[in-house]
Nanobody
Framework: QVQLVESGGGLVQAGASLRLSCAYSGRSFSTYTTGWFRQAPGKEREFVAAINWGSVTYYADSPKGRFTISRDNAKNTVYLQMNSLEPEDTAVYYC??????????????????WGQGTQVTVSS
């Protein structure tokens, strides 16, 4: 069984930075692709970024250049560094994991495990 716990969200002003963490517990972390998704009020959950077991990364168009996904296999943790935050980035951010998942998979159905989410609020 895999468990994911997100942390690092908060309330910031536009232009600020945040780093989200996704702590993984379970077996074979190094074989999982981890994705970050976000869901704003009244909207569907959308893909943000993903990283696979070989640290290959893939990003959605909107945060590209501002967000960076990375992983630390020694700490069983995946990070999402978010810079130059905009009010439109306000959402609950979720991390997800799928074993040997395709890093370009942007659908929620491509991931088997989900965290509880962490709120990110960006004020203008």
């Amino acid at each position: 069984q895999v468990q994911l716990v997100e942390s690092g969200g908060g309330l910031v002003q536009a232009g600020a930075s945040l780093r989200l963490s996704c702590a993984y517990s379970g077996r074979s972390f190094s074989t999982y692709t981890t994705g970050w998704f976000r869901q704003a009020p009244g909207k569907e959950r959308e893909f943000v970024a993903a990283i696979n077991w070989g640290s290959v990364t893939y990003y959605a168009d909107s945060p590209k250049g501002r967000f960076t996904i990375s992983r630390d296999n020694a700490k069983n943790t995946v990070y999402l560094q978010m810079n130059s935050l905009e009010p439109e980035d306000t959402a609950v951010y979720y991390c997800s994991a799928g074993q040997y998942g395709r890093v370009t998979n942007t659908e929620t159905t491509g991931y088997d495990y989900w965290g509880q989410g962490t709120q990110v609020t960006v004020s203008s």
